[in-house]
Nanobody
Framework: QVQLVESGGGLVQAGGSLRLSCAAS????????VAWFRQAPGQEREFVAAISRNGGTSYYGDSVKGRFTISRDKDKNTVWLQMNLLVPEDTAVYYC????????????????????WGQGTQVTVSS
């Protein structure tokens, strides 16, 4: 089991940027595809972005395409979510999730596919 810890959330004005980090407790994290999901109060969990185990494939939710970028650093056992041009609708708790996969597998976009989850980090975008 890999523990995932998110950080980097906070309060930012609309149009601003934040970079979220998802750090893993073990190097085996490099065997994992990783995704970011978010959940706003009263809403269902929403797919944000995902990156494959080898970092070669990434997917984005329609609402964040062109504004968010997911990346990973194997040496640091960390996945980042760079969020630019933030809007109030991006306000949510952001969760990172991991799933052990084969090297060439494309990452999943369904939350139910992921077995390891972090505790979440709050992102609030003011208008």
């Amino acid at each position: 089991q890999v523990q995932l810890v998110e950080s980097g959330g906070g309060l930012v004005q609309a149009g601003g940027s934040l970079r979220l980090s998802c750090a893993a407790s073990r190097r085996i994290f490099n065997d994992y595809a990783v995704a970011w999901f978010r959940q706003a109060p009263g809403q269902e969990r929403e797919f944000v972005a995902a990156i494959s185990r080898n970092g070669g494939t990434s997917y984005y939710g329609d609402s964040v395409k062109g504004r968010f970028t997911i990346s990973r650093d194997k040496d640091k056992n960390t996945v980042w979510l760079q969020m630019n041009l933030l809007v109030p609708e991006d306000t949510a708790v952001y969760y990172c999730a991991g799933k052990r996969t084969i090297l060439t597998a494309s990452p999943d976009v369904e939350a139910g596919s992921y077995s390891n989850w972090g505790q979440g980090t709050q992102v609030t975008v003011s208008s």
